[in-house]
């Protein structure tokens, strides 16, 4: 009677064994190409939502001898225009800029708010550059990147108009005191 329950119970379990495993089938789902090679187009670009902040007359004056600001607001610029080859480039050479983009900040704008804003920027610039130089990076990551970059860059603008602002009503209710 024991024997008659065991070899019950073990076909059961191999009935009950071989039933899920047919019933469990791998399937794998394709991998959107399509959405992997996007391109990003100007088009894409106009379209992000952001407040661009420009430099007053007095910022682009204390920039004016800034080089690597002046290269980073053209590169940008043809960001803009959805032209991505200096970003995407070199790591190294990308590294090699913000080091000295940092290095040369002129002494009346090196303030923490205007070297975080920098060091955003930097943060910025080389995710760009991982995302644009990785083959498994969607189209949604690499343009929340570049949305990123173009942010940080309107941050910086932002906060160099604010320090000059500030500096002039100082200089202003200085004088009347």
């Known amino acids: 009677m024991k024997s008659v329950f065991l070899y019950l119970n073990f076909f059961m379990f191999i ?14 789902e394709p991998i959107d190409e399509q959405k ?9 670009i106009d379209g992000f939502e952001y407040t661009d902040y420009v430099l007053s007359e007095e910022a682009e004056k204390a920039v004016a001898n800034w080089e690597k600001y002046q290269e980073l607001a053209i590169q940008v610029s043809y960001l803009k225009k959805a032209d991505l080859s200096f970003f995407d480039s070199e790591a190294q050479l990308l590294i090699d800029f913000v080091e000295k983009f940092k290095s040369t900040i002129p002494e009346d704008l090196q303030t923490n708010p205007i070297v975080s804003r920098v060091v955003i920027i930097e943060t910025a610039l080389l995710r760009l550059n991982a995302n644009l130089t990785l083959d498994n990076i969607d189209g949604e990551e690499k343009t929340q990147s570049l949305k990123a970059v173009f942010v940080a860059m309107s941050n910086l603008n932002f ?10 009503y100082d200089k202003i209710t200085s004088d009347n005191f």
Do not use: F
């Open 15 to 28: 009935l009950v064994g071989c039933g899920e495993s047919a019933d469990t089938d791998s399937t794998t």
């Open 36 to 44: 992997k090679d996007e391109k990003i187009t100007q088009k894409t």
């Open 159 to 168: 906060q160099i108009n604010k320090k000059l602002e500030r500096d002039l």
